[in-house]
């Protein structure tokens, strides 16, 4: 049956009708590299969906004007997206697209759109280091200012050694974490005998060009660097030289020049010659304090060296003391100050040791004695030591101030015995020094029954220990220069022996030359 104006299906035909689309998706979503402030295309990228909404976002470079930007957008079939794609849209603010299906249904997409923060050089690469595990050395690169730098080019300099070879530099690189490098020269060995670029670059944002120069050190001459203080000596207007002596390290003092000078001299008045580094400089002795108690004074004295580049501060400890001494033609033996009176000269302050032919020649009109003021002098009484045969070995005087008794009294003292047939017996006297320094020396305790020589150490001396600093002094000043052989060192004792080969002018023989034997033992 068939109406006028009207089209009757049958119930086959209907189902063959196609049933109308409902998808609604936004499948890609990009702003093109030509959105004015890009660098590179962006995606968007979907964020989360509730319903019948879903939000998305994008970062955009720093330098994008997002208040117009288009976009690439495509979406499901046969559906329709309002605003289209290609259009210019503010996005300062969140913009909704609106996604309609074939069958009528509709989807909002949220799209929101920030800026990255602006990017420098100084946020992109967070360090430029030589490590030494690496390249024998460290050395940090630091970014360098110069006309050429520019919002997307930095310039960074590294300073190496001079002895570093430069063609194979192995650099650590540190960058941004969301940042990439290209090329990446990480833990690679590279050659910098030009100056290297490399860029770096977060994803969506502009590229930074870097640039490293390598520049080698300038040949450092140590000597230059040196600031030392060999040796000071002052000389009176008498020509009368007081050496300071440097004390060594054990005795708590570093850069530490010892000096004893006559009562009442004072060490600013004389004439100064230091013995320093090549080419290094010192300034003028300056005063510092001053221990009265201990009629001591202290000095300070800067070295610095050729380049500037170092300087030594030294501290001179210039003690006021009574100066003894003995003339021997041009030559002057120097008295010892007794701190602790020896048990074979009661009361004796100072002592000077003569060998046999001093000694039988002495002329009391040779004593010489310098301190308060040149008031000081000798008394008229002699005191003569003899030894249990009746024969001399020593002289005593006192030393009398303002012709008054004054408390200091010395003695002369031969060293040795004198032998039948008239040859001299040789004896010796053996003396270890502290460390580099000569005050005060440590003088062995002989045995005569053994022909040993004992010193007893601190922990402390005896672990520093040092073979060269032995002294042995003898009654003829002719013998050939001692041989020192070490015989045993245990944890507590060290053994020396001393030889001298035979010679005919003392007791001994070639089968049997001169021995003594040399003990330091520590102290318990």
């Known amino acids: 049956m068939f109406f006028a104006g009207s089209t009757i299906l049958s119930c086959e035909e209907i189902q063959n009708v196609k049933k109308l689309s409902s998808n609604k998706l936004i499948t890609t979503f990009i702003f093109p590299a030509t959105n004015k402030g890009f660098y590179e295309p962006v995606t968007v990228k979907l964020d989360s969906t509730r319903a019948n909404h879903s939000y998305m976002s994008a970062e955009v470079p720093f ?48 799209v929101t759109v920030t800026k990255l923060p602006k990017i420098d050089g100084a946020s992109l690469l967070k360090s430029f280091v030589f490590n030494a595990s690496d390249n024998g050395f460290e050395r940090v690169a630091k970014k360098e200012s110069t006309p050429l730098e520019s919002d997307d080019h930095s310039y960074w300099i590294a300073t190496v050694p001079s002895t570093a070879d430069i063609k194979k530099l192995i650099p650590t690189i540190t960058i941004n974490s969301k940042a990439t490098i290209t090329p990446d020269l990480n833990k690679q060995a590279v050659d910098f005998t030009k100056s290297v670029d490399f860029e770096v670059a977060i994803p969506n944002n502009k590229k930074h060009t870097f640039t490293i120069t390598v520049t080698k050190e300038s040949a450092i001459d140590p000597v230059m660097q040196e600031a030392i203080l060999l040796s000071a000596i002052f000389t009176d207007n008498n020509n009368q030289m007081y050496e300071a002596v440097l004390l060594p390290e054990s005795s708590g003092l570093t850069n530490t020049f010892y000096i004893e000078l006559p009562e009442g001299m004072d060490i600013l008045s004389l004439t100064a010659k230091y013995e320093v580094s090549p080419k290094a400089a010192h ?23 050729a380049d500037a580049s170092t300087s030594t501060k030294y501290t001179f400890k210039v003690k006021e003391t009574i100066v003894v001494s003995y003339s021997l033609g041009s030559t002057k033996i120097p008295a010892k100050e007794l701190i602790t009176t020896k048990p074979e000269y009661p009361n004796i302050n100072y002592v000077i040791n003569l060998y046999s032919d001093e000694f039988i020649g002495f002329n009391k009109n040779s004593l010489s004695i310098i301190g308060g003021n040149n008031a000081l002098s000798f008394s008229d009484e002699i005191i003569r030591h003899n030894d249990i045969d009746n024969n001399p070995i020593g002289y005593e005087f006192t030393i009398v101030k303002n012709n008054s008794n004054f408390a200091f009294v010395m003695v002369f003292k031969l060293k040795y015995d004198k032998a039948e047939e008239g040859q001299i017996k040789l004896e010796c006297t053996v003396i ?49 220069i001692y041989d020192l052989e070490l015989i045993s ?35 318990q």
């Open 432 to 480: 270890y020094h502290l460390g580099t320094g000569t005050t005060p020396p440590l003088e062995g305790v002989f045995d005569k029954s053994t022909n040993e020589h004992t010193f007893s150490l601190t922990n402390s001396q005896f672990l520093e220990f040092d073979l060269n600093n032995i002294m042995i002094e003898t009654n003829m000043s002719y013998l050939p």
């Open 283 to 305: 300034n003028n002795l300056v005063f510092i304090r001053s221990e009265v108690a201990e009629k001591t004074k202290y000095y300070s004295l800067t070295i610095t060296s």
């Open 489 to 523: 060192k245990e944890d507590n004792k060290i053994e020396i022996r001393a030889s001298i080969p035979f010679n005919s002018r003392y007791v001994g023989n070639e089968q049997d030359p001169f021995q003594t034997t040399i003990i330091f033992n520590k102290e």
């Open 63 to 110: 330098e994008a004007d997002i208040s117009g930007l288009t976009s690439q957008i495509e979406i499901s079939e046969n559906a329709t997206i309002e605003p289209n794609s290609g259009q210019k849209i503010d996005f300062t603010r969140p913009v909704d697209f609106v996604i309609t299906a074939q069958d009528g249904t509709k989807h909002t997409f949220t």
